[in-house]
C-alpha cells in the first residue's frame, strides 16, 4: 500500500526559505504522481504542485517562488519554498496516486489522488 509521510513545516519569517519533504513508500507502478496542497487557515484547499516520472508542473501563483524536485534514491519528493510570504501559511500536504502521470491526470482536483499524508504546518510570520 501506498504511504506519505509529510514533514519540514515550522514557523518562519517572511522572505526566508523552506524545504517540505513528503517520504513515499508502497509504490507499484511505474507511472506516479505525487502532487502538494495546501489548506489555508480559512479553511480554503487549493493545488500547489505535482511531480511525476515524466516531469512537474507548479500552480501559477507560486511558480516563480516554489519548486518541486524528487530524489529516488531516498523515495523523497521535496517542495521547496522560497521567499515566503504570509499569505502561504497553510497546511501542507502531499498526495499519490499511482498509474498516471502529471501530464496525463487532472492532478489539481484533490479527489483524484487517493492516497494523501498528514499535513505540516507552514506559519510564516510578517
Known amino acids: 500500500d501506498v504511504q506519505l509521510q509529510a514533514s519540514g513545516g515550522g514557523l518562519v519569517q517572511a522572505g526566508t526559505s523552506l524545504r517540505l519533504s513528503c517520504a513515499v513508500s508502497?509504490?507499484?507502478?511505474?507511472?506516479?504522481?505525487i502532487a502538494w496542497f495546501r489548506q489555508n487557515p480559512g479553511g480554503v484547499r487549493e493545488p500547489v504542485s505535482c511531480i511525476s516520472n515524466a516531469g512537474s508542473v507548479l500552480v501559477d501563483s507560486v511558480k516563480d517562488r516554489f519548486a518541486t524536485s524528487s530524489d529516488s534514491t531516498k523515495n523523497t519528493v521535496y517542495l521547496q519554498l522560497n521567499r515566503l510570504k504570509a499569505e502561504d501559511t497553510a497546511a501542507y500536504y502531499c498526495?499519490?496516486?499511482?498509474?498516471?502521470?502529471?501530464?496525463?491526470?487532472?492532478?489539481?482536483?484533490?479527489?483524484?489522488?487517493?492516497?494523501w499524508g498528514r499535513g505540516t504546518e507552514v506559519t510564516v510570520s510578517s
Open positions: 498526495a499519490a496516486e499511482t498509474a498516471y502521470q502529471c501530464s496525463t491526470l487532472s492532478w489539481y482536483y484533490p479527489g483524484v489522488y487517493r492516497n
Open positions: 508502497g509504490f507499484t507502478s511505474d507511472d506516479y504522481a
